[in-house]
């Protein structure tokens, strides 16, 4: 079983950048699956945020496409989560996952979580 | 985007039976069999219990069971026990290559 390993600053400031990165052990990050985020605001429920596949295509949720990037770092064996012009509504419980079926359709494994707080 | 519709909370009784509903559209639930579900203890990573509408993972108890009607997906929990006590939600591929989580259902065993 793959394991994930979410990482990268607990705290943000507004309009600023999110930046986390997934470690991913046990398997490599170039297998067939969908590499992905999901996050959970303090209290509430589950979004995807969006994934990517092991050949490099990605799928972002409609509502945070326009501020969202996912890589894959293939010699690291990782895949990172960039989210930009963040406001308090993006403080949340970030999980990097690994998707699998149909685009990802569902999550097979989840890492931890970081807590990522935006404030100033 | 609009999350998929699901009961904000039920309950049972040990031993008992329940189904949380999950409701969609055309273009999510209805459209496609790409339907899972996820419970949730508190403080603690979701789990997979059901994919593709009805297909346990491996070690996922089979008092755990998924069907699909139209634009709403059930997921029922037959022989209720406590510890089934959790956060429930369930999941769809949506039309364009989106993900789509519902709301989420507090299950409480009384």
């Known amino acids: 079983q793959v394991q994930l390993q979410g990482s990268g600053p607990g705290l943000v400031r507004p309009s600023g950048t999110l930046s986390l990165t997934c470690a991913v052990s046990g398997g490599s990050i170039n297998s067939v699956n969908w590499w992905t985020w999901v996050r959970q605001p303090p209290g509430k429920g589950l979004e995807w945020i969006g994934g990517?596949?092991?050949?490099?295509?990605?799928n972002y949720n409609p509502s945070l496409k326009r501020r969202v990037t996912i890589s894959v770092d293939k010699s690291k064996n990782q895949f990172s989560l960039n989210l930009n012009s963040v406001t308090a509504a993006d403080t949340a419980l970030y999980y990097c996952?690994?998707?699998?079926?149909?685009?990802?359709?569902?999550?097979?494994?989840w890492g931890q979580g970081t807590q990522v707080t935006v404030s100033s | 985007q609009s999350a998929l519709t699901q009961p904000a909370s039920v309950s049972g009784s040990p031993g008992q039976s329940i189904t949380i509903s999950c409701t969609g559209t055309?273009?999510?639930?209805?459209?496609?069999?790409?339907v899972s579900w996820y419970q949730q203890h508190p403080g603690k990573v979701p789990k997979l219990l059901i994919y593709e509408v009805s297909k346990r993972p491996s070690g996922v108890s089979n008092r755990f069971s998924g069907s699909k009607s139209d634009y709403t997906a059930s997921l029922t929990i037959s022989g209720l026990q406590a510890e089934d006590e959790a956060d429930y939600y369930c999941c769809s591929y949506a039309h364009n290559d989106n993900v789509k989580f519902g709301g989420g259902t507090k299950l409480t065993v009384l």
């Open positions: 055309n273009s999510d639930v209805g459209g496609y069999n790409l």
């Open positions: 996952a690994r998707g699998g079926g149909y685009s990802g359709s569902y999550i097979e494994d």
């Open positions: 990517i596949y092991h050949s490099g295509t990605s």
